[in-house]
């Protein structure tokens, strides 16, 4: 019945559907096996994409010719960019989505994408002979054979569900639990952990008094994720924000002797940075009151997802205190929030490329490797995706370096230091994050994209173009040079002090109060220069220009330690043999077996002792 792929993804959430679309996109012939393909890219949790250090990742998918982005483009309904007010390394974009847009804009991608086949059933095993990996067996007892399997189960390896004293076996509302597979990786010798999660719940905006909110409108001119062709909003819905009080945590405290988290029946580490509300009011004794976001879940729908209110207290608990938050005296509840316990395995057992040590040609990607988020999960399934078709084509693994992208900080992270905890990204993850922006994310990686035959011709093409008109925009505006009158005049009233002498246009911009816009009004023919270039060539100069010390000094500390990311470990090296290796870095060493020396130097108890050894003993 079923040919023998290159590539098997198992699951099609946020991972499995980029790590599929990335395999089959590169000519690999893969097959996608779900669950349930009326659930392919469900939004679990909040229907948004990006957000600090996540839009970036988004942009990197796209860079690389991953789908997150244009996906995201055609389902949102909001978008804003996110701390504009702060230096351009923190500008963040995010989207509100349509939840059911989103998954039908993605399950319409896959269907258009060649290579790719569709199976809808549980996995239960993995094919292994010879230490490597050969196919999967479903629940009907099917042997469905590849190269290579990639594995992104998400949330649903054994997962359990608790809403108040009640639990139930789930992989999210609704939906199975996928069993077999841990117990199966177990037997092979893999370490398995437990983690939790949880989500708000979800009410209907007809019955909600808006009038007691504050509005959250999207941005006046709002951009988009992707670097392709898809088209910013014309319209645009708001979200709202509201508070609880005491009241509502009064309601809350009444069932806490029910919660399954005060209780101790939940194990599961869960996200610290995002807690539920009964974990805020407990933790948190002292705010008298906690923001909520009241997100539409879609263009069509009344629908709506009460952001900061993620519990799992009995429902009638969750119901009587939504209806003491301003503007939820007459809520309807269309559905409990709930917390999952799921199983994932540490995500040390990896290499660099997401294969796991143990088996050949097997790839973790996503939940799976104790991650939260949809970005978080996203880029990981196309890095696997990515390195799937690479490994079963003979070809080199694709990795990013720290200094690549915020994808490239993630894996080394997960990889180098495993997670004790749900893993996000944060930007302060990231120590180069002047060189890793959302605006360069294409000047960075499309070429790299394009490289390993993802990211098509067109778009490396126009990133091309676009670095010679950065360079050409900026060498111009290094040219022109400016009377100090005519400058004082045409900037008159912003906050600058006066230009004594004639200045080059580019040194202008260096002042903080200073940018393109500005510029256009010192004269028509500067005004005449920057219009010829896109918005986003005159923003692009306009950064490189500003920061560029920063840029600079970035660069060079990038240089200077490159030098240890460049310096490679073979995996079969026999740490044993440096004696003066401390004992505790020896024994991370052989577990975590890192490819270069910087990725050891990451490692926790590998000290910069450890580190001079290993470079010694190497001969440098
Ligand atoms: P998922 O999106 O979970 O997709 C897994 C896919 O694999 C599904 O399609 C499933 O059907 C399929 N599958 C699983 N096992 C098998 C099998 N054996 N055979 C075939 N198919 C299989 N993230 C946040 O950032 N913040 C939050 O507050 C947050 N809260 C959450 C609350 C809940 C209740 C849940 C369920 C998730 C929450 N998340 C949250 C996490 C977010 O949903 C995930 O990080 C993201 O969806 C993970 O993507 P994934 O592709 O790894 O897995």
Redesign the pocket.
């Known amino acids: 019945m079923f040919q023998e792929y290159d590539v098997i993804v198992?699951?099609?959430?946020?991972?499995?559907?980029e790590a599929a679309a990335a395999a089959a996109s590169m000519g690999s012939k893969t097959l996608l096996?779900?669950?349930?393909m009326n659930?392919?890219?469900?939004?679990?949790?909040?229907p948004a994409m990006g957000g600090v250090a996540?839009g970036q990742i988004v942009r990197e998918i796209d860079a690389l010719g991953g789908m997150s982005g244009i996906v995201s483009d055609k389902s949102m309904i909001q978008f804003r960019m996110l701390n504009r007010s702060k230096g351009p390394a923190m500008w963040s974009p995010r989207t509100q989505n349509d939840r059911m847009r989103f998954s039908e804009e993605w399950r319409l991608a896959l269907e258009r994408t060649p290579n790719l086949d569709f199976w809808q059933?549980?996995?239960?095993e993995i094919l292994v002979e010879n230490g490597k990996a050969v196919g999967?067996k479903?629940?009907l007892g099917l042997d469905i054979r590849a190269k290579a399997v990639v594995?992104?189960?998400?949330?649903?390896?054994n997962?359990k569900?608790h809403i108040g004293e009640k639990n139930f076996g789930g992989?999210?509302?609704a939906?199975k639990?996928?069993?077999?597979?841990t117990e199966q990786l177990i037997t092979l010798g893999f370490e398995a952990g437990r983690m939790k999660?949880?989500?708000p719940p979800r009410v209907d905006g007809r019955s909600l008094d808006y009038s007691k909110m504050e509005e959250q409108p999207g941005d006046a001119a709002p951009g988009k994720f992707s670097y392709s062709d898809t088209q910013p909003l014309q319209k645009q819905i708001s979200c709202w924000i509201t508070y609880t009080n005491d009241t509502v945590h009064k309601e809350l405290q009444k069932g806490f002797e029910k919660s399954p988290m005060f209780q101790g029946r939940i194990k599961g580490l869960g996200?610290r940075y995002?807690p539920s509300i009964e974990d805020k009011i407990n933790r948190f004794a002292e705010r008298d009151r906690h923001q909520i976001f009241v997100e539409p879940e879609g263009w069509n729908t009344v629908e709506i997802y009460v952001n900061g209110f993620?519990t799992s207290l009995p429902e009638d608990v969750q119901y009587k205190a939504l209806t003491r938050i301003p503007g939820f005296e007459k809520a309807k509840m269309f559905r409990p929030g709930?917390?999952?316990e799921?199983d994932f395995f540490p995500p040390t057992q990896l290499s660099l490329s997401l294969e796991t040590q143990l088996i050949q040609n097997l790839y973790f990607?996503?939940?799976?490797?104790g991650?939260?988020?949809?970005?978080?999960?996203?880029c990981?399934?196309l890095m696997a995706g990515i390195n799937a078709h690479q490994k079963v084509h003979g070809k080199d693994p694709f990795i990013l370096k720290r200094s690549d992208a915020y994808i490239g900080v993630l894996i080394d992270d997960l990889v180098s230091k495993g997670t004790q905890e749900?893993y996000?990204m944060f930007t302060s993850r990231a120590e180069y994050r002047i060189l890793l922006r959302q605006d360069n994310a294409d000047i960075r990686l499309t070429e790299l994209g394009h490289s390993i035959g993802l990211a098509s011709d067109e778009r490396n093409d126009k990133v091309l173009a676009k670095k010679r008109d950065v360079e050409a925009l900026t060498n111009e505006l290094n040219k022109t040079k400016l009377e100090p009158d005519m400058i004082n005049e045409g900037l008159e009233g912003l906050q600058t002090s006066a230009i004594r002498e004639k200045v080059a246009a580019s040194h202008l911009l260096k002042r903080p109060q200073i940018d393109v816009a500005s510029l256009k009004s010192i004269n028509a023919d500067l005004e005449k220069l920057l219009n010829k270039y896109s918005i986003e060539v005159q923003e692009q100069a306009e950064i490189n220009i500003k920061y560029d010390s920063y840029i600079e000094r970035e660069e060079q500390l990038v240089q200077k330690l490159g030098n240890l990311e460049n310096f490679k470990i073979r995996t079969d090296f026999d740490y044993d043999r440096v004696k003066a290796l401390s004992s505790e870095a020896r024994e991370k060493l052989k577990r975590i077996k890192p490819e270069t020396v910087g990725q050891a130097s990451r490692i926790s108890g590998v000290s910069p002792a450890d580190v001079s050894v290993l470079t010694i003993y190497m001969g440098k």
């Open positions: 198992v699951g099609a959430g946020h991972a499995g559907c096996v779900t669950m349930n659930t392919i890219a469900q939004m679990s949790c909040n996540k059933e549980m996995v239960k999967v479903t629940a594995l992104t189960n998400g949330t649903f390896l997962g569900i992989g999210r509302t939906e639990s996928a069993t077999g597979l999660t949880g989500t996200p995002c993620s709930y917390a999952i799921y990607a996503g939940q799976i490797n991650t939260t988020g949809y970005e978080e999960a996203a990981q399934g749900p996000r």
